[in-house]
């Protein structure tokens, strides 16, 4: 269904084809999309016709993910590759995962126009279909399944990075893969938005963790902050205030509404806080963790919502040094307003160590 979309678009632009390349080195979350499978090769589309490349050593795995019928082994990819080029002169590629020596060999390979596809692509993916809805759904469930295990076992653990040891034994024990590294960040670590766990004794005071797994490709993102000790009431305070954002800037999220105007309000409930929130309120999420429709600094280059947009929304507050809150969930965008996918509980939870 997607790839019939994007071959009617590379007839309507009078594209030859178009080629996607999956490597362990450059993942390809568009080859992924459009074909369904992980296997490392070459998807090569045209208006007409679609064929999944692969080295005789990964035919198997293709077989088994692939919605691409037309599977083609080879033992000399780039000389296959060629072969398939031949007449076309206007060729398709995803400009964000081609590097620019694999443009260059190409070139020499195949001359050619060759014109990016991202754009056209991230379009697609913007809007959500119903079975990508329901992996989304399932990603967020398992995401927040793993949360509940980590807070029932928080007592054992005794650093950060046995927090995350046990996000990631939860999450490959399932068959699954992380959608990004845990984020486990205690006490003036969570000033950090993008701490690396460490294997020191957790610090006291608040603790971040922004975790989700890919389910067949796509992304769950969650963050809950809990507390280690005894908050004092500034404590409850700036969590309480923080939440109070989330929870009514997600109400925002509706078809037609720039996520500009969402980032913008999120920031105005943390009032004189707001000069320590040192991110946008969120992204979409989807075949990447991060994809449109984007926040960018002015409401003409941010993305505006649409039925089927995946998104996050997440205001946090950060005292360099000293402590961080950020709150969290995925969301889908509905004709009737949003609706919540992940669904972990977001009252203070606090641990007496
Ligand atoms: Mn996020």
């Known amino acids: 269904m997607r790839l019939n979309e994007f071959q009617r678009i590379l007839k309507k632009k009078g594209f030859g084809a178009a080629l996607f390349v999956n490597t362990l080195e450059k993942p390809s979350s568009n ?45 000399d990819m780039l000389g296959s590759l060629k072969r398939l080029l031949s007449s076309k002169r206007v060729v398709g590629l995803d400009f964000d995962s081609v590097t620019v020596n ?28 119903p079975e990508e809805v329901r992996l989304l759904a399932k990603a967020c469930r398992i995401t927040d399944d793993i949360f509940h295990k980590v807070f029932l076992n928080l007592k054992r653990f005794g650093s950060e990075s046995e927090i995350a040891a046990f996000i990631l034994d939860q999450t490959y024990r399932l068959g699954l893969e992380p959608a990004f590294s845990p984020i486990v960040a205690s006490g003036p670590n969570a000033s950090k938005a993008h701490h690396i766990p460490d294997d020191k004794p957790l610090r006291k005071g608040f603790c971040v963790i922004d975790y989700g797994v890919r389910y067949k490709g796509l992304s769950a993102d969650m963050t809950r ?45 943390l009032g004189s806080y707001s000069k320590f929130m040192n991110h946008s309120v969120g992204h979409g999420v989807g075949f990447d963790c991060h994809e449109r429709p984007f926040v960018r600094r002015t409401k003409k280059g941010s993305g505006v919502l ?29 004709e009737k307003g949003p609706r919540l996918l992940t669904r972990t509980g977001k009252n203070l939870l606090v641990i007496r160590k």
């Not at 589309?45 to 080879?74: C, F, Q, W």
């Not at 961080?324 to 889908?332: H, N, Q, S």
């Open 306 to 334: 649409s039925v089927g947009s995946a998104m996050t929304v997440e205001p946090g507050i950060y005292f360099p040094g000293k402590l961080g809150i950020r709150i969290e969930d995925t969301l889908l965008v509905t």
């Open 102 to 129: 694999s443009l260059s060999r190409l070139k020499r390979l195949h001359k050619a126009r060759y014109v990016d596809v991202s754009g056209i692509l991230s379009d697609l993916r913007q809007v959500k279909t």
């Open 225 to 269: 902050t809990f507390f280690i000790g005894s908050p004092s009431d500034r404590d409850l305070e700036l969590y309480y205030l923080v939440l109070r954002s989330q929870q009514e800037s997600l109400k925002l999220a509706r078809p037609g509404t720039s996520f500009f105007d969402i980032d913008v309000f999120s920031k105005k409930l």
């Open 31 to 75: 080859f992924l999309y459009l074909s369904g499978s992980p296997a490392q090769g070459i998807l090569f589309v045209t208006p007409s016709s679609s064929v999944l490349l692969v080295h005789e050593m990964d035919y198997l795995i293709a077989k088994k993910y692939s919605r691409i019928r037309n599977i083609r082994r080879s033992s």
